[in-house]
């Protein structure tokens, strides 16, 4: 498989730990932010295992730059992903289900109804972006579900990243305030560089 880089691996121990009750289960999972596909690998190899587990994605695939989007035309990253997703011998109807665009604009459109066991957010970092998301996942995950806020700490206690350098960068501000207006609702169950909520009720 085709990496340029490794954002993901160092969260395997507990995703692991946390995810673990879900593996050969048949459940729904959505990733926004799905970018070249590793983490996306991972879950199907350790997670998805069940023959009837489904995962959607959701990316620009255009790395948030230069790219023109477009559903006419596939960037380096959208091949990318789909021939890493493809070595799995997983065909992306089969399994993976692609939306390619954004995510505050395909939340949007999926009907409102509870179908995810959990939801993986790693799309833009920008505040305001990570509150969208999260907010319009809340509705479609289930009593029980998890969500999994990648980067967390992002830009903060040692992960600074250049250029980013004000609060509303970064999505920890984010997090922090859907957490406060969700609390009746939700349990915090991790919080390190990753954080991950579970849904106590609807």
């Known amino acids: 498989m085709k990496f340029t880089a490794d954002w993901f691996s160092h969260n395997i121990p507990h995703l692991e730990k946390y995810l673990e009750p879900y593996k050969s289960e048949e459940i729904r999972f959505l990733e926004i932010g799905c970018n070249e596909g590793r983490s996306t690998v991972w879950f199907l190899q350790n997670i998805l295992t069940n023959k009837a ?37 997983i065909e992306s109807t089969e399994k ?24 993986y957010i ?19 995950l289930k009593e029980d579900g998890l969500i999994v806020f990648d980067d967390y700490q992002w830009g903060y206690n040692g992960y600074e990243w250049p250029g980013f350098t004000e609060d509303y960068q970064k999505p920890k501000i984010a997090i922090d305030a859907f957490i406060k207006c969700y609390t009746p609702s939700l349990d915090v169950i991790y919080s390190e560089y990753q954080l991950i909520i579970r849904k106590t009720r609807t």
């Open 96 to 119: 993976v289900s692609m939306h390619k665009g954004f995510s505050r604009e395909i939340l949007r459109n999926m009907k409102l109804h509870p179908i995810y066991d959990v939801i």
């Open 122 to 140: 790693d799309g833009s970092h920008i505040a305001s972006s990570v509150m969208e998301d999260a907010v319009l996942s809340w509705g479609l």
């Open 53 to 89: 587990s489904k995962i959607d994605v959701i990316d620009t695939f255009n790395n948030g730059a230069n790219y023109e989007l477009s559903n006419d035309k596939i960037s380096p990253m959208e091949k990318t992903f789909r021939n890493n997703v493809k070595e799995l011998g």
